[in-house]
């Protein structure tokens, strides 16, 4: 783990997250500037810069993860779809180079694609207690 990464620093419960989900490898909370509401991120406990270092077997694991956190957040957010985006490189835009994943619910209403501002912890917290009922 990394002493100056967000993530790893969330992974040891050093910062606040609203957390949806965690086992022994993968852990995935709420973004703090969600593109929509339940915006969910999937993270590696260990730090990999991106998919490229990810051990096989912890990247099979972890998209396990992901397919059981999209269904949990599609159904509690009641999205008409789901997107599932991974970035790798900054080329690609990834902001934090500690490997993860988005799950962003979609509505048919037009939904935007920028962040929005910051989001206060205890809002975030509320969001992740009703997509917690789905895991």
């Not at 972890?62 to 790798?88: H, P, T």
């Not at 180079?97 to 989001?119: G, L, N, Q, T």
């Amino acid at each position: 783990m990394s002493n100056d990464c967000v993530f790893c620093r969330i992974a040891r419960n050093e910062e606040h997250a609203s957390f949806v989900y965690e086992d022994e490898s993968v852990i995935a909370f709420l973004d703090a500037r969600p593109v929509s509401e339940g915006h969910t991120l999937v993270v590696s406990r260990r730090h990999y810069e991106n998919i490229f270092a990810v051990p096989d077997e912890e990247l099979a694991h972890l998209f396990k993860v992901v397919k059981k956190v999209a269904l949990a957040v599609s159904k509690s957010e009641k999205a008409d779809g789901i997107s599932v985006i991974q970035n790798n490189g900054s080329a690609a835009h990834q902001v934090i180079f500690h490997f993860h994943v988005h799950v962003i619910p979609r509505h048919e209403r037009a939904d935007s694609h920028a962040p929005r501002a910051f989001v206060e912890s205890s809002e975030l917290d509320k969001v992740a207690a009703r997509i917690r009922k789905y895991i």
